[in-house]
């Protein structure tokens, strides 16, 4: 897959993939992949790092994981220099599954229980590997929601609102310090099919 040689617009870019480790000594890395479309790897494609674009020169999966040479990362100290850093594409892959939308079509969106009463804003999505935690802060506190279907009964993305239903037993937690700020999540989201949870990936 070849992408044009455009400038990376963070208010789409998308993060595809993290750093794990350094691979060998020719600048190789490892890289865990945080998106459905596995020809983001391919040579050729155009992946950003720090905001400095690299070219894919090649790519090969180890299980689950795709080990990657990038241009311009050619010795194994620029390789372990990019430990922990996210790589980012410039621009979403559409969709077109139903009821499947961009975590940053839907952070910050207004989240409302079933009879219209105001609970807060999605502020974050958490991966736990069994399903996705919403994260609902508003004036009664912080609220935290597993990403099931018979939770998570509506999701408007053009209206930027969600509707819930609150589990027996599941309380608000009273406000508390106010926490630095996430880097804004750009993966994708998905609600559950079949009473089933809602995974988050990349895109």
């Known amino acids: 897959m070849t992408t044009p040689d455009y400038d990376l617009d963070p208010e789409t870019a998308v993060t595809v993939g993290r750093v794990i480790v350094a691979h ?18 391919e040579a050729g494609s155009r992946l950003w790092l720090d905001g400095t674009p690299h ?38 892959t559409p969709i077109a599954e139903e009821d499947v939308y961009y975590l940053h079509d839907i952070l910050g969106a207004r989240v409302e229980d079933a009879a219209g009463q105001a609970l807060g804003e999605l502020v974050e999505v958490l991966s736990t590997g069994s399903n996705d935690v919403y ?12 990403a099931l279907d018979d939770v998570i009964l509506k999701v408007d993305v053009k209206a930027r609102r969600i509707v819930v239903e609150i589990p027996d037993g599941l309380e608000f937690t009273p406000p508390g310090p106010a926490r630095p700020p996430k880097t804004p999540q750009r993966g994708k989201a998905q609600s559950g099919g079949s009473g089933g949870a809602a995974p988050t990936r990349g895109v």
């Open 24 to 41: 060998g000594i020719r600048g190789e890395i490892k890289v865990a992949p945080l998106t459905d479309f596995p020809q983001r790897f």
């Open 55 to 92: 070219t894919v020169e090649r790519g090969r999966w180890q299980n689950r994981n795709v080990i990657l040479k990038l241009s311009g990362i050619d010795t194994r100290n620029q390789a372990e220099a990019l430990h922990g850093k996210d790589l980012l594409a410039a621009e979403a």
């Open 135 to 146: 994260v609902v802060r508003g004036e009664r506190g912080e609220l935290l929601l597993p």
